[in-house]
């Protein structure tokens, strides 16, 4: 994947929503390619709704579950503050809560 490009039913709700993180002065890049994998799975489940349920989140979460609990926390992130941004929309729109992310585990000092 070598371009930031949204494809999925929420691609125009994506790219308003990195537009409005760019205006308030984030530099939104790595960020948005966390928002491109996370379209390109609605691809790749063909969701069709113009919100977010409590399942396509859960599935997702399923999806990335074997990536290091720091990625997925950093994805999930981006991913919830876009469910965020959708619910101002449309009420249907599910916003999973901070708390479900995942934790990292505590880093080991290496013993020398």
Request: hydrophobic share 35%; with cysteine; aromatic share 14%.
């Amino acid at each position: 994947m070598s371009k930031k490009t949204f494809n999925s039913i929420l691609a125009n709700d994506m790219r308003d929503f990195v537009a409005l993180r760019q205006m308030e002065g984030k530099d939104y890049g790595s960020q948005t390619w966390n928002l491109v994998y996370f379209d390109r799975f609605l691809c790749d489940i063909d969701w069709q709704h113009r919100w977010l349920s409590q399942e396509v989140i859960d599935d997702y979460c399923l999806h990335n579950r074997e990536r290091m609990p720091g990625t997925q926390r950093v994805m999930l992130s981006v991913v919830r503050r876009f469910c965020r941004y959708m619910a101002l929309f449309d009420s249907r729109s599910y916003v999973p809560e901070s708390k479900r992310m995942p934790i990292c585990p505590d880093q080991q000092m290496p013993f020398v």
